[in-house]
């Protein structure tokens, strides 16, 4: 599903490490009502 929204396309570094992606963007946020 991740292939059809095309992200790839705009975001280079994401291609089809999207959950990898996912979780480092979750955790670089330290603040706990974010998380």
């Known amino acids: 599903w991740w292939r059809d929204l095309g992200l790839g396309d705009h975001i280079i570094f994401v291609r089809d490490r999207l959950v ?16």
């Open 20 to 35: 990898e992606s996912y979780f480092m963007a979750v955790g670089k946020m330290h603040e706990p009502q974010f998380s």
